[in-house]
């Protein structure tokens, strides 16, 4: 008698690192390939990773969740140096078996802990994948931060690590669905989740002899196992989608990132933005937030509107802001206006269109920058409009080379409110116009009420009606027609139409496309902005200075 899988009394609180070598029991294992059906994945997933290591001019790969070997024997087949670990010695007797039987390849084979890989595993890689869902039987977050700075340990100065794992998101957010079309490509074999909370994620496998099978695993979400990559060191992580490097349309099955090792001195891309500026810098870069801003604010104007109505549309709110400041200028076709934190671009469209403005769009997220770029293809104005990734604490434009230095609610993310305003001073002509919008605190607001707000975006502090009155006159600005035109209500009523409309579209299936904790996260952060707004701690409105000429 083979030794069944043992679980104890309640499985559902079987929830150990180590208690998966005790899952893969001899009968199990024996079914694995079944389930996989080597052929169907091969197809499923053609050269992608073959394809990937060779972009990266990878040699050698370290295979260190080896499983039954298909992925060991695929590399090997392609002309990698591999070595197989796995910490089930019944996985890699099978793994070296089927070596042999698919390309008559001698697997150089390991039995290895991920939380002591160097102990059991020598030398250094080009590359390691941790493929097949594995790095979800880590149960503990000391254990996956352990295992990963392994795994960086035992990567080359320029190496790359390749870790895939199940969209846990979509699962824990919406239940489970699979197209059944990459993995586990077995056509008799059922697979699907028999118990799933926050820490636990129980698969049930049941095969065609009506034999049945599980395994527990932690629910990893896509965005944390970023963040737990980049705490251990690895510079850059890019995330795949089912092989796809763009995924928005429909939500995976399986996530693949790709996380470099590689620190590039002479490359400060990223070193340009830190602090406030960095933080925000990732927050729209990331898939949840270019979603979401997308969908709900509509991917043109993601900025405060001016609401007719309670129930305007958004769109529609925003670009009258956008009407309402254009107005108060005198564009003429020709003038340049460099548009600060610019989005998508719905503003330098409008500009550009309307007015036959030169605009110069500096904004620091790359993923908004090519939706603004190709926006404006498609509406014909790429010629007027330069888009460029870049912060406004250090304006990539030489001196006095602007008419209008124009922001829309984008300067509270800047650490150093001073530094923007005086770049802006710079790079303004004598004569030209400052106009700008920015959610603030109030002149009078108590200390210490808007830390939820500021925990939220991640803010020591805001700006305020007197802060940026005080500092355009300090560096040579005159106030036009009263220079600001204040307006409270708004804020109010645009973070409140934005909170239904995002509760509306959540009842529809937005949370397909966004993640549930992006989601609960911009609720609460929507309710303390309107709290704020009602109470007065919090204000918004129109800014409007004119850069006074040299004496």
Known sequence: MQPAQEFGDNPVEVRETGHYTEEYVPSFVEKWDSLIDWEKRAESE???????????????????????????????????????????????????????????????????????????????????????????????E??????????????????????????????????????????????????????????????????????????NMFPLRKDYVRTLMSDVGFQHIETYGDFQHTYRGEQPDFFVHVAEKEYRIGDDTEGRYTGAVGTARSYYNSSDADTFYAAVWGGEDIHIGLYESAEEPIADASRRTVERMAGKLDLEPGSVVLDLGSGYGG???????????????????????????????????????????????????????????????????????????????RVLRPGGHVIFTDPMAADDCPNGVLQPILDRIHLDGMGSPAFYTRELTRLGFSAVDGGFEEHRE???????????????????????????DYLTQMKKGLDHWVDGGRKEHITWGIFHFRLNAAQ
């Not at 049930?204 to 395994?215: A, G």
């Not at 239904?500 to 949370?511: N, S």
């Open 46 to 140: 053609g050269n992608f990773f073959i394809d990937l290591l060779r972009k990266w001019g990878v040699k050698s790969v370290l295979d260190v969740a080896t499983g039954t070997g298909f992925h060991s024997v695929r590399l090997l087949s392609a002309g990698f140096e591999t070595v197989s670990a796995d910490g089930s010695a019944d996985m890699l007797a099978m793994a070296f078996e089927n070596g042999v039987k698919q390309g008559d390849h001698i697997l150089r084979v390991v039995q290895a802990d991920w939380r002591w890989l160097n102990r059991d595993v020598h030398g250094e890689y080009d590359a390691i994948v941790c493929l097949g869902n594995s790095f979800t039987h880590l149960f503990s």
């Open 142 to 215: 000391r254990d996956r931060r352990k295992a990963l700075a392994e795994f960086y340990a035992m990567l080359k100065h320029d190496g790359i690590l390749i870790l895939d794992q199940r969209n846990y998101d979509t699962i824990l957010d919406d239940g489970y669905t699979s197209k059944h079309t990459y993995y586990y490509c077995g056509e008799d074999v059922s697979v699907a989740p028999e118990y799933v909370d926050e820490g636990l994620c129980r698969m049930r496998y049941e095969f065609p002899d009506e034999s049945v099978y599980h395994l």
């Open 347 to 425: 503003s330098a469209r409008y500009l550009a269109g309307t007015y036959g403005s030169r605009v110069l769009a500096l904004n620091l997220s790359e993923v908004e920058n090519r939706r603004h770029a190709e926006l404006n293809s498609a509406s014909g104005l790429s010629d007027r409009i330069e888009v460029v990734d870049g912060s406004f604490e250090d304006i990539p434009y030489p001196d006095d080379s602007v008419d209008v230095v124009w922001s829309q609610d984008a300067f509270l993310h800047s650490g150093n409110r001073v530094q923007v305003l005086e770049e802006i001073a």
């Open 490 to 516: 708004q804020l109010v009523a645009h973070y409140a139409r934005v909170l239904k409309e995002t509760e509306r579209q959540e009842a529809e299936g937005l949370a397909r496309k966004v993640s549930h």
